[in-house]
């Protein structure tokens, strides 16, 4: 599906291991052995927007200039072609032929990958956390262009954050594809039909492009693996998809929404409408109108929210952001701030759509129009010319609902069968970028209609959310003014907080280091160090939320 929203997930992470977006930072502490870095334009964001605004922007200032005058800043340093997204649950694709190297993408900038922190709009500064092993570093800029787009909140449903699989980028449908197989794998294993009969139910909520077709391909995965399963043969998998609304892909009209329901059930997919998710244990999910499902995996395709960085700063600046997205001028331009930027997610954009007045909504096809169009922009106001308002001719849209199945609506005419299917394929290789991406997807779909699809698991076991660590004599556990990433526990040894006007204080074994120790910004507000050779245990991920809701640790 070529209209689908783009968004990352907001989750805590293992320590210093690539850290979510927040508008928190550390304003104190900006990495040893960081270098000034001012660019003319910096963009925040490598999804279609950013990537496509920083594409236009290279080409046109040309390698030399462009390096030097123009940043973008991404978390991951690959743009992910999302329509092809559930086609890697599916085993239809590899992931790596649905994603492009920003840096080979985006030839001409300087590509920088790290987590947003804060922007501070008064100095033009944006902090970044670069990684584990390196401090915060401060980029400086003239013009910003903010694209950072939407992030997942999945609190509003209990239990949804603690067992729902989201499908957001190419890491969620490599852990979901390993997630089907190993559940193959266990029913594989057990006697009893019930525990059978719920390892192999799985559950999809949210009946849009990414529901629709992550349960399609899903259904058509598990049917092709389950023949390899001898101890299968007389369970059948289900694949289940609720829907709280009447009816399925809303956006491409209630004729074809209803067809794709009609394909879906035909195939042998449960369509729930008009049904909400109440709750979601480990073993069930359980629905407003009281009906519980037994299922040991629930896909999770609900949950926009703001962007916390794009919030901050717009209560910097006084501007409205309803439902996180900022109205601009026809140009991306905010208005009153001739040097702030907004595309992708977060922007509200007006649009003439044939002679209607709309604001552009935030999907992939008009992402990408917008990256191209602002980068232009762009390098007229750098040029002293006036930038060009937002022009696209709406193509129309798609979406795949199972094997050789799809719907379209392309310029006005409706189709589906074979025919969308056929239409799906074409359009989005001519989309997807790189000519040898575009080959290896060709070769990939010819052989997934002769060959098996693939069901070896290369992903490890998750990593534990409890690990331990060593210091010997002198190292730092962690500086005063780093992001608070993780809860410890000094196992064996001792530690040294140091903090300014205040006399060191001695950790010895048994002692915890919590948020006690970090000041109202989240950040650390002591150093600390080993005293001796010293052992510690690091609480992060879920065993670092449930501490912070509530839970201590104890000495005994």
């Known amino acids: 599906m070529w209209a689908r929203q783009k968004d990352r997930r907001l989750r805590q992470t293992p320590v210093g291991e690539g850290v979510a977006t927040t508008a928190f930072a550390p304003r104190d502490r900006v990495a040893k052995d960081s270098f000034p870095m001012h660019f003319d334009v910096v963009i925040a964001g490598g999804g279609f927007a950013g990537a496509y605004c920083a594409r236009a922007l290279g080409k046109a200032l040309g390698r030399e200039e462009g390096e030097k005058r123009v940043a973008l800043i991404a978390e991951r340093n690959v743009l992910v072609f999302q329509p092809m997204l559930a086609e890697v649950v599916g085993s239809s694709l590899s992931a790596t032929d649905v994603v492009n190297p920003l840096r080979q993408f985006c030839r001409g900038v300087n590509v920088l990958q790290g987590a947003i922190q804060h922007i501070d709009w008064a100095k033009k500064e944006i902090t970044l956390d670069g990684g584990r092993f390196t401090r915060n570093h401060v980029v400086t800029f003239t013009q910003l262009v903010l694209a950072l787009g939407s992030v997942t909140d999945l609190t509003a449903v209990p239990g949804m954050s603690d067992y729902g699989w989201p499908m957001k980028n190419v890491a969620d449908a490599l852990r979901l594809r390993a997630a089907l197989i190993n559940r193959l794998e266990e029913a594989n294993l057990v006697a009893d039909a019930a525990v059978r009969r719920r390892l192999l139910t799985f559950v999809v909520v949210g009946g849009g492009y990414t529901g629709v077709e992550t349960a399609g391909q899903m259904l058509d995965f598990i049917r092709d693996a389950h023949g390899f399963y001898a101890n299968l043969r007389d369970t059948e998998p289900r694949v ?59 896909v999770t395709t609900i949950g926009n929210a703001p962007n916390p960085v794009v919030l901050d700063v717009c209560r910097q600046l006084g501007i409205a952001a309803p439902q996180g997205r900022v109205a601009t001028l026809p140009s991306m331009r905010v ?53 060009l308002p937002f022009t696209y001719r709406y193509m129309g849209q798609l979406a795949t609902i199972g094997r050789h199945e799809a719907v379209a609506e392309v310029m006005g005419f409706h189709f589906r069968g074979f025919f969308a299917w056929w239409l799906w394929r074409t359009i989005y290789l001519s989309k997807l970028p790189g000519t040898l991406r575009k080959m290896r997807v060709v070769i990939d779909w010819n052989f997934d ?26 190292e730092e556990l962690f500086a005063r003014g780093e992001r608070c990433r993780a809860f410890f526990y000094v196992k064996a040894g001792s530690l040294l907080s140091e903090r300014p006007g205040a006399e060191p204080q001695v950790l010895p074994a048994g002692s915890v280091i919590d948020q006690a120790f970090a000041g109202e910004n989240n950040c650390w507000n002591s150093t600390l160090k080993a005293r001796e050779r010293t052992d510690v245990i690091v609480f992060r991920g879920r065993a670092l939320e449930l501490l912070r809701g509530g839970l201590r640790l104890v000495k005994t």
Do not use: M
């Not at 729930?272 to 995996?297: H, M, Q």
């Not at 002769?450 to 010997?472: A, G, K, Q």
């Open 335 to 387: 208005p009153g701030h001739d040097n702030l930027w907004i595309a992708g997610d977060c922007a509200a954009v007006p649009w003439n759509d044939n002679g209607v007045a709309k604001i552009a909504p935030p999907t992939a096809q008009l992402a990408l129009r917008q990256g191209k169009i602002l980068g232009k922009n762009i390098v007229l106001v750098l040029r002293g010319a006036e930038p």
């Open 449 to 474: 209609l002769i060959f098996p699809r693939d069901i070896s698991v290369l992903l490890p076991p998750p990593e534990e959310p409890l690990r331990s660590i060593h210091l010997e004599l002198g």
């Open 240 to 298: 289940i998809l609720v829907h709280s609304r009447g009816q399925l892909l809303a956006e491409i009209g209630p004729k074809l929404g209803a067809y794709a329901a009609e394909v879906l059930e035909r195939n042998g997919v449960g369509v729930r409408l008009n049904s909400r998710v109440a709750e979601v244990t480990a073993s069930r999910v359980v629905l407003e109108n009281g009906e519980s499902i037994d299922t040991n995996t629930v």
